[in-house]
Each structure stands twice: as C-alpha cells, then as structure tokens.
C-alpha cells in the first residue's frame, strides 16, 4: 500500500472517532461486564473530535463507502470552529457530570444518552453531504429526550413531550426541505454541489422553521425554557451551549447564497433576529428560576446570531465573512453560556449558603460581561465580527442594526444580572462523593471564554481598534448601564419579581394549551350544537356516565388505526405525495 492510500485512510480514521467513540463508550454502557470501563472513559469521549478540530486535517472531504450510502464526512473553515467549541463544551460537560451524578441511580441511563446525543452533534458537524447530516441531527434530536427527562417529574416528562412533539414536527419539515434541496441540484448530496438550490418560499420556509426549533427561533423556542430547568445541569450546559447551534449550523449549511441577492429572506432573518432578542429578555426578566432565566437569554442571543444570517442574506458576496462571524459568535455563546449553567451547579453543589464567595462571582460574572461585549473579552471580538456584517448591509436595515444592537447590549447585561442575583445556595453541606471534577471542569470553561477567540487563528481582530476611547465608549456604556438599571429595578422592586414569575415558564406553550382546551369544544359545539363545557362533563357522576356512553367508540377507532393495512396506506399516501412533489417540475 503506497503512502498516498495511507493518508485518505488515517484521514478517515481521524474523522470517523469523533462520532464512534461516544457511540462505542455507550454501547459499552449497555452491557454489564463493560460498564465500569466504559463509564470510566465517558468524560473523554469528547477527545477525539476535539483533536480533529485543532490537529486533523482541514478543508477536506472524504467520501467513505460503508457511511450511510458513500456520504461525505470532512472538515472546513466553519466545520472547524464548530467542532472545536462543542467537542470542548462536551469534554468538560462530561467531566462535571461525573461528579455531579456520582450518587444518581440512573446516572448510567443519563449518560448513554449523553453519547449518543454527542455523537450525533460531532457526526453533523463532520458531515459534508445532505443524508449525512440529516441523519445525525435526527439522532442527536431524538437522544437529547434523554437528557431532559432524566429526572422524571411532572416538570420534566412535560418538557420533555413537547420538545419531542417539536422535534417531530421539525424532522419532518426537514425530510421535505432535504428532498428539494436534493431535487434541485440533480440528486447529488454533498454540499458543494447544492449552493445552486433556489431559494424558493417553500425551501426557505422550511429551513426556518426547521432548523429554527432546534435554534430556538420565535415562536418555536417555547422548549428551551422548560427544559433548562428540569434537566441536569452538564445537560443544560450542552443543550444551550452546543446543541443549539446545530440549527446554526444547519442554516449556515443549506442556506442558497451563491445567487443574486435574496432581500425578503434576509430581511425576515433580520426582523426575526431582533425581535427574539428582544422578547428573550423581556420574557426572561419575568422569571424566577435561574436557569429558565439563562434558557431565555440564550433565545435572545441566538436572535442575534439570526441578525448575522440575515445580513448575509442580504449581500451574498459577503456570504463567506458572515459564516465565519456567524461562527466565532456562536463559539463565544456556546462557551460563556456553558460556564453560566455549569457556575449554576457549582453554587448549587459546593456554596453552602451566606454571602457568595468572591471566587463564584468572578466566576458567573466573567462569561456574563463577556455576552455583553464588554471590551476587551471575547464578547468584544465576537461583536466586532458582527459589526462588520452591518456595516455592509443597505438602508435602511444597516441604521436600524446600528441603533438596536448596542440596546441589546444592554438587554442582555439586564438580564444577565437578574439570573445572577437569582442563583440560590445549597441547602445543606456538599456530600462526599463531590469530589473537585466540578470546579476543574468549571474552571477550564472559564479559561476558555477568556482566551480562545483572541488566540484563535483569522479572529476579525484589530487589536489597536479595541484600545480606541471610541471603541472602549461604545462597548462601556451599555453594559454599565444594563447594571445600573438591573439595581435600580432590583432595589425598586423589593424582591418582588423573585417570588412568583409573572409569565409562565414556555410562554408561548401556554397559549397553546389554551388553544388547545378551546379547539377541543368545537366538535360538539359543530355537530351537537353544545358548548365545549357541554360537550365535556366537569368531573362527576355526568361525567362518568359521559366516557362510559363513548368508550366503546373510541375503542373501536383505536383498533381501526392499529391496523396494519390501515397504517400501511397512509405511509403509502405520504411517499406517494413526497416523491410527486420531489419529481414534479
């Protein structure tokens, strides 16, 4: 075997660990005689991809055969970025994991699906083609159900149904959007031969919509908030540090800017982006629980990143400068808001009540100016980047960006004091079995949000602009003043916004419901001329009497759509309709 046969396969290799070996570790966890050793290898399983994205190869696509049909697995510019800061996000998530669950009984459960949900995220990274990607976001989506309902509460098998019914919803808006961009560009699947796709409504639609729930787009971010809360918090760190991203990404992917300029869909992603931004701190500064409080400011800050989107939607001859701004500013979020979830369980497991110790304040505050742009953190580098974008879009959206942004700035400084001052001790000692995994992990974490984006290679840095009095001004003024205004409505507010949240926790999901009480009287109202409080007794004899009349009916319907040719035809009628539209002109 020659030398030039050797590298594609070690290339491959390389490539391959980073989604299997999680997958390997968690088999591992399913069998009882390796569960010791592979639970013992869990934390390090972020390790391989991690080394690819700082020593693998870059800009390279290798086609393996036994991969899902011949796709594409590689790395480029932006691949690169994402690789690195989730797999680093994944390593220390596990890391503090270890230590946090040591005492939980399900801890084994917890992280197998912890691997599958990371290797799902590293596979789509990795990806370099349609089927590839679609079928490790899939994984990735389903998996991450795991991690949210670990605990079984009430709170958290109802997060949990929800994000699953998104989740459904979004495959399947997906799995269309797959079939046209595949139609489109003659059947081939990997991407470089997809950026002439049209950027059709339908198309576009369905990429929003799609990849916007995993990205916790308006108004489909309803379960970001609801599961923050009820799931552990490596799984919180994750979730809004890493997996989020991966409707990022997914955009960043399959977005068609190889063509003339697309001014309605940038359009919408700016209008769409401010406003999430907006309603995320808004929503959030209702909240009572800290990290429901950071779910919404990652809903505010992905609005941000959606702003980026569409101002290279809006001069694709920038398209490739806006991937990468896009990228280092989601690897700024990713980082600062996993060292806040991670900081959450920190005081929660190891600060036992009185005044903060001086080392957890400078820890939560630290990745909390950095989100705020403060100069001179990696916020400022990560907003340089995406001032850059602005400046080039037309009017009047380049003075409207330029206006709102440094208001966010302070929305987001806002916020961010909020959730701090509602970070609550623990209620007694720290047990024994916590051993110090979870101030390492915590504090390499903070390491990172420090340092990586001013060391890391073709950073939009100008060192001599952040040391202007006008650059220092301008990134000063919003987050000292968000802190002056979260004191004086602290102070004003007497704790009164910490007793009970003024709007509910999913907000939107709460509307849902409420329709959903309503649509439910509509067929009696329709077909018996009853009210829906008519059509559905209250509890009671009536009501018993009620379900005893229609059981019979309802069983008989369960059983008809338990059929198998019953079943059968509507998957039929489905296919048949997908591969119509997928052949039609």
């Not at 995994?437 to 001013?454: H, K, Q, R, S």
Request: net charge positive; charged share 10%.
């Amino acid at each position: 075997m020659t030398g030039q046969q050797v590298l594609p396969e070690l290339q491959v290799l390389l490539l391959s660990l980073g989604p299997g070996f999680p997958l390997v570790i968690a088999l591992g966890l399913m069998v009882p005689a390796c569960r010791r050793l592979a639970f013992s290898m869990v934390a390090w399983a972020p390790l391989p991809a991690l080394l690819a994205s700082l020593y693998g190869p870059s800009a390279i696509a290798v086609e393996v055969p036994w991969f899902f049909m011949g796709s594409l697995i590689g790395l480029d510019r932006i691949g690169q970025i994402f690789l690195f800061f989730t797999s680093f996000l994944w390593l220390v998530a596990g890391i503090f994991g270890r230590d946090y669950l040591a005492a939980d009984e399900k801890k084994y459960r917890f992280f197998g699906y912890f691997l599958f949900t990371m290797s799902g995220n590293f596979g789509l990274i990795l990806s370099q083609g349609v089927l590839g990607f679609y079928l490790f976001f899939s994984l990735m989506s389903f998996a991450a159900y795991g991690l949210i309902v670990h605990h079984g509460t009430g709170e958290a098998m109802r997060a949990g149904r929800i994000y699953l019914g998104l989740t459904v919803i979004g495959e399947v808006l997906l799995f269309m959007a797959m079939l046209i961009v595949t139609r489109d560009s003659g059947g081939e699947i990997a991407f470089s031969a997809i950026k002439t796709s049209r950027a059709d409504t339908l198309l576009m639609l369905l990429l929003f919509f799609g990849f916007g729930i995993k990205a916790g787009a308006l108004p489909l971010h309803g379960w970001l908030p609801l599961a923050h809360p009820v799931a552990p918090v490596p799984a919180s760190a994750v979730l809004s540090g890493a997996l989020i991203k991966a409707g990022l990404l997914g955009w960043l992917r399959f977005m068609p800017p190889d063509q003339a300029a697309a001014p309605f869909w940038g359009e919408f992603f700016i209008v769409a982006g401010f406003a999430a931004a907006f309603y995320g701190v808004v929503i959030g500064l209702t909240q009572v629980d800290a990290k429901t409080v950071l779910a919404y400011s990652s809903i505010s800050q992905m609005g941000l990143m959606t702003v980026i989107v569409g101002g290279g939607l809006l001069v694709p001859d920038r398209w490739a400068q806006t991937t990468l701004a896009v990228s280092l500013y989601a690897m700024h979020h990713g980082l600062a808001k996993g060292s806040l979830f991670l900081g959450v369980g920190v005081a929660k497991k190891k600060w036992t009540g009185g005044k903060k110790p001086w080392w957890l304040s400078v820890g939560l505050w630290l990745p909390a100016l950095s989100l705020a742009g403060l100069p001179l953190t990696s916020g400022a580098i990560a907003k340089y980047g995406m001032k850059e974008i602005v400046v080039a879009i037309p009017e009047p959206w380049h003075g409207l960006a330029s206006f709102l942004l440094p208001l966010c700035a302070l929305a987001t400084m806002l916020l961010l004091y909020h959730g701090i001052s509602l970070i609550r001790p623990a209620t007694g000692r720290p047990e024994a079995e916590q051993g110090q995994g979870m101030l390492f992990a915590w504090a390499a974490n903070l390491v990172a949000v420090a340092a990586v984006l001013w060391l890391w290679p073709g950073s939009p840095m100008e060192y001599d602009h952040f040391l202007t009095a006008a650059a220092l001004w301008n990134g000063l003024w919003p987050a000292g003043l968000g802190v002056l205004v979260a004191m004086a409505r602290r102070h004003y507010g007497r704790g009164v916004y910490e007793k009970k949240a003024l709007i509910p926790a999913g907000d939107v999901m709460m509307v849902g419901q409420w329709l959903e009480g309503m649509v439910q009287g509509w067929p009696g109202q329709l077909v018996f001329g009853k009210s829906g409080k008519d059509f559905r007794p209250a509890a009671g004899p009536d009501r018993e009497t009620w379900l005893r009349r229609i059981e019979p009916r309802l069983k008989k319907g369960e059983k008809i759509l338990q059929r198998w040719a019953v079943v059968g035809a509507i998957f039929l009628a489905v296919i048949i309709a997908l591969v119509y539209y997928f052949y039609r002109g």
